[in-house]
């Protein structure tokens, strides 16, 4: 390299150093739909379009409230700053806000693209967005080349990881709004010994990413940062279920009223690949379906194992996933799409996923 080459290179890197990821920065989320496509995209396709669900847009200032105002709390909260309070049992967390849906579907899809996400699914009608895969840029090592160069070759650095989160807004019996989130990840991984090759495959939800964006979703609600950080933190209230067979059927049994039973396994659907297509609360009804991963690959992924991998059961199933309650226990149980108890073996299968989910 000659003298010339080398300012050049010396000038490029200062240039670049102002646009670097900050040092420190945990979380800093820039979509990857630019990039190229992965292999087990979940399925986003959503069928019903029932308006009885819909959610107006409509903007709010955070100003709106006054924050660390006291506010009369449901017995099962946690702790509260204002109008929002976030509940907590297991891994599972939910923010409760005493605003109603059409007053926060538009703050909080700015949130999710101010983050660096885009919107794959915006759906009013539902109450249901969901992100466009997206890369944690913070993950990338920052170390001298690529300080200097990986802003120009920035499709040659990847974390190796993916994710999407699905933020889903539902009024609640109070008039108010709980906002759910959830996470999905893909993992890039060597398909062979030679390492020649890599693919996409799914890994676990992660809690604590759900638990992040809450946080700073209640910062975008006018929550400041230490009060944040503090309701994030504040314990689990404990809860029990268990798998148990009634009447030939495996069911799950929770020992929780039907408020919380309902947030919680609703939580679930959304974390563990099921497409919520229309929900009944007054009935106690989730209307899912399920399409495995990757239904037309040789190799199960990550759900689909749980799953009969015959061509047969490629197409989408549809469930009813019936919550009851009964004082403070409330019983979980699958039902078929003619709305008849489903003792099939996938139905047991679903019945555990759900179950380990709100461990």
């Known amino acids: 390299m000659n003298y010339f080459s080398r300012l050049t290179l010396l000038g490029l890197s200062l240039t670049l150093a102002a646009c670097s990821v900050l040092e420190g920065d945990k979380i800093n989320y820039k979509s990857a739909g630019k990039g190229p496509s992965l292999e087990v995209p979940p399925d986003l396709t959503q069928l019903s379009r029932d308006t009885r669900y819909a959610?107006?847009?409509?903007?709010?200032?955070?100003?709106?409230?006054?924050?660390?105002?006291?506010?009369?709390?449901?017995?099962?909260?946690?702790?509260?700053?204002?109008?929002?309070?976030?509940?907590?049992?297991?891994?599972?967390?939910?923010?409760?806000?005493?605003?109603?849906?059409?007053?926060?579907?538009?703050?909080?899809?700015?949130?999710?693209?101010?983050?660096?996400?885009?919107?794959?699914?915006?759906?009013?009608?539902?109450?249901?967005?969901?992100?466009?895969?997206?890369?944690?840029r913070a993950k990338l090592p920052q170390d001298f080349i690529r300080n200097t160069l990986g802003k120009v070759l920035a499709s040659l650095y990847s974390p190796g990881e993916r994710h999407k989160f699905r933020p889903r807004l539902e009024r609640n019996a109070s008039g108010g709004t709980d906002i759910f989130v959830?996470?999905?990840?893909?993992?890039?991984?060597?398909?062979?010994?030679?390492?020649?090759?890599?693919v996409w495959q799914p890994r676990a939800a992660d809690p604590e990413l759900e638990a992040e964006f809450l946080r700073r979703l209640m910062v975008k609600l006018g929550v400041t940062e230490e009060q944040s950080k503090a309701l994030v933190a504040a314990g689990a209230n404990k809860s029990s279920s268990r798998v148990t067979v009634v009447n030939g059927q495996s069911v799950l049994q929770i020992d929780e009223g039907f408020d919380r039973a309902w947030r919680r396994v609703g939580l679930s659907l959304d974390r563990t690949g099921f497409t919520v297509e229309d929900r009944d609360r007054s009935q106690g009804i989730y209307f899912v379906r399920y399409v495995a991963p990757n239904a037309d690959k040789s190799e199960p992924g990550f759900l689909s194992k749980l799953f009969s991998s015959s061509k047969?059961?490629?197409?989408?199933?549809?469930?009813?996933?019936?919550?009851v309650s009964q004082d403070n226990s409330t019983t979980v149980s699958v039902r078929d799409a003619g709305d008849k108890p489903d003792l099939s073996a996938n139905a047991q299968r679903i019945v555990k996923v759900i179950a380990d989910d709100l461990k």
């Open 55 to 136: 959610v107006p847009g409509g903007a709010v200032s955070a100003s709106s409230f006054q924050v660390g105002q006291a506010s009369q709390l449901a017995p099962t909260a946690l702790n509260a700053m204002g109008d929002v309070h976030i509940e907590r049992a297991g891994t599972q967390r939910w923010l409760v806000i005493n605003r109603p849906a059409d007053k926060l579907w538009e703050p909080v899809r700015d949130f999710w693209q101010e983050n660096g996400f885009l919107l794959a699914m915006d759906q009013r009608n539902l109450g249901i967005m969901e992100t466009d895969w997206a890369e944690n």
């Open 182 to 198: 959830s996470h999905r990840g893909m993992i890039e991984v060597y398909d062979s010994k030679d390492k020649e090759r890599t």
């Open 312 to 323: 047969a059961d490629a197409a989408p199933l549809k469930y009813r996933i019936a919550v």
